[in-house]
């Protein structure tokens, strides 16, 4: 759980099951997400638009990225922000 304004990384992004050689990182309000090998999402990335700030891009690099659960990798939209690339 997270207090003030805004939320830091670690406090929102579980990284414990990430095997070494894996970088997550956040560049400029983007998320980027580097594997030396596949990796599982069964949670949700985002990076979505506010009412003042567009939402970023979400970069991942892995030989194979697969979802379950219902995982769910987006960025959105919101008024008259842009929402961001996947890719």
Known sequence: VFTGTAPSFSDVVNTNSYASG???AVEN???VI???DDISVSG?????ASNTVD???IRIEADEVS???GA???TRAKGSKSGGNVT
């Open 34 to 36: 580097l594997a030396e």
């Open 55 to 57: 939402g970023g891009n």
């Open 44 to 48: 949700t990335i985002a990076s979505d």
């Open 22 to 24: 894996a970088q997550i």
């Open 29 to 31: 309000g983007d998320i």
């Open 67 to 69: 979802l379950s659960g």
């Open 72 to 74: 769910k990798i987006a």
